[in-house]
C-alpha cells in the first residue's frame, strides 16, 4: 500500500499570503489528522477529519483550517500568513477504530 | 490537559550499549501510547501501540513496555542506524476525538 503523501514538500511564501497544503492518506483510511512541528513547540494537533467532518481542533488560531474531500483526501490552508507560521506540517492518516496514526512526510513552510 | 514528558532529551551511546528512553504521562484516560522514531526531515515513523499497564511489544532491538504512569522504550545492542529522534504520545478516551498529545522527543545518537 502507498503511504501518505504530502505536497508540495516544500514552500516559501511571504509574510501576509495564504497557502494550501495538500495530504492524500492511505488508501481506506477515512480519518485525516493535520500537526505542526516546531523546534520550539514541538508536534502539535491541528485538527481532525473524519467522512468530511472536522472532529475536532486545537488551540489554534482562525487563520489555520481545513477541510477533506469525498475521497478522504484533505487540504489545510493557513489565511495571513506570519514569521511564526514557519514549521514542518505533517499529515496522519488512520483507520477507525484501529488507533495507530501513520504520517506523511510533510510539508516544510518557510515564511519569510 | 494531557501531558507527556519525555527523558533524557538527548542520549548519546556506543554501538551495542543498551539503554533505556523515558515517557511519563498524564492523561484523563489512555486509549493508546504510541511510539515513534523520526529521522531529520522526515515524518514520524509508526513503532508501537500500547493499550494497558503491563503490556510489551517488541521489534527488532527495540522492547516498549507501559506501566499506568510511563512507557519505556529499551534499545538492545543498539546500532548507528537507530539514530534518531523518538517519539511517545498518548491518545486520551475522549469522545470521538483521536488527537495525539506528543512529548518533546529524546534524540539518540549511537557511535559506531
Known amino acids: 500500500k502507498a503511504g501518505v503523501t504530502q505536497t508540495p514538500r516544500y514552500l516559501i511564501k511571504t509574510r501576509g499570503q495564504q497557502v494550501t497544503l495538500s495530504c492524500s492518506p492511505i488508501?481506506?483510511?477515512?480519518?485525516v489528522s493535520w500537526y505542526q512541528q516546531t523546534p520550539g513547540q514541538g508536534l502539535q494537533f491541528l485538527f481532525e477529519?473524519?467522512?468530511?467532518?472536522?472532529?475536532n481542533k486545537g488551540n489554534f488560531p482562525g487563520r489555520f483550517s481545513g477541510r477533506q474531500f469525498s475521497n478522504s483526501r484533505s487540504e489545510m490552508n493557513v489565511s495571513t500568513l506570519e514569521l511564526g507560521d514557519s514549521a514542518l506540517y505533517l499529515c496522519?492518516?488512520?483507520?477507525?477504530?484501529?488507533?495507530?496514526?501513520?504520517f506523511g512526510p510533510g510539508t516544510r513552510l518557510t515564511v519569510t | 490537559e494531557d501531558q507527556v514528558t519525555q527523558s533524557p532529551e538527548a542520549l548519546r551511546l556506543q554501538e551495542g550499549e543498551s539503554s533505556s528512553l523515558n515517557c511519563s504521562y498524564t492523561?484523563?484516560?489512555?486509549?493508546?501510547l504510541f511510539w515513534y522514531r523520526q529521522d531529520p526531515g522526515k515524518g514520524p515513523e509508526f513503532l508501537f501501540t500500547?493499550?494497558?499497564a503491563g503490556e510489551e511489544k517488541e521489534k527488532e532491538r527495540l522492547k516498549a513496555t507501559l506501566t499506568k504512569k510511563e512507557s519505556f522504550l529499551h534499545i538492545t545492542a543498539p546500532k548507528p542506524e537507530d539514530s534518531a529522534t523518538y517519539l511517545c504520545?498518548?491518545?486520551?478516551?475522549?469522545?470521538?476525538?483521536?488527537?495525539?498529545?506528543f512529548g518533546s522527543g529524546t534524540q539518540l545518537t549511537v557511535l559506531p
Open positions: 496522519a492518516s488512520s483507520s477507525p477504530p484501529i488507533a495507530e496514526q501513520y
Open positions: 488508501s481506506g483510511h477515512r480519518s
Open positions: 477529519y473524519f467522512s468530511e467532518t472536522q472532529r
Open positions: 492523561v484523563s484516560g489512555l486509549r493508546g
Open positions: 500500547l493499550y494497558s
Open positions: 504520545a498518548v491518545q486520551a478516551v475522549s469522545g470521538s476525538a483521536r488527537q495525539l498529545t
